[in-house]
């Protein structure tokens, strides 16, 4: 089994920033895909943006282009996002996810998850 971490949430301003982390353990030579993924309330689980573990190739929904970026440290095995001109609408829980092939961003690919991690941006 892969487990995934999340980490960094929290309360921010709009225009402001955060940094999300996601620390992967366990099988990680299973790993091909990460993802991050948001769920705000009473609504389904959209895509953020996806990288290849080892290729380097990323992907992010039209909504974050230019806003955030998604990069890997692999001495730690962590995935971080990094969220940049933050706007009220980006309020959600925020999932990182993790999968043995490309998905790109389609979260029901995806075979592991973490718990969450809540974003919160204030007007």
């Known amino acids: 089994q892969v487990q995934l971490v999340e980490s960094g949430g929290g309360l921010v301003q709009a225009g402001g920033s955060l940094r999300l982390s996601c620390a992967a353990s366990g099988r990680t030579s299973r790993i091909y895909t990460v993802g991050w993924f948001l769920q705000a309330p009473g609504k389904e689980s959209e895509f953020v943006a996806t990288l290849s573990w080892t290729g380097g190739t990323t992907y992010y929904a039209d909504s974050v282009k230019g806003r955030f970026t998604i990069y890997r440290d692999n001495a730690k095995n962590t995935v971080t996002l990094q969220m940049n001109r933050l706007k009220p609408e980006d309020t959600a829980v925020y999932y990182c996810?993790?999968?043995?092939?490309?998905?790109?961003?389609?979260?029901?690919?995806?075979?592991?998850w973490g718990q969450g991690t809540q974003v919160t941006v204030s007007s």
């Open positions: 996810a993790a999968d043995h092939a490309w998905n790109g961003g389609d979260y029901s690919r995806y075979e592991y």
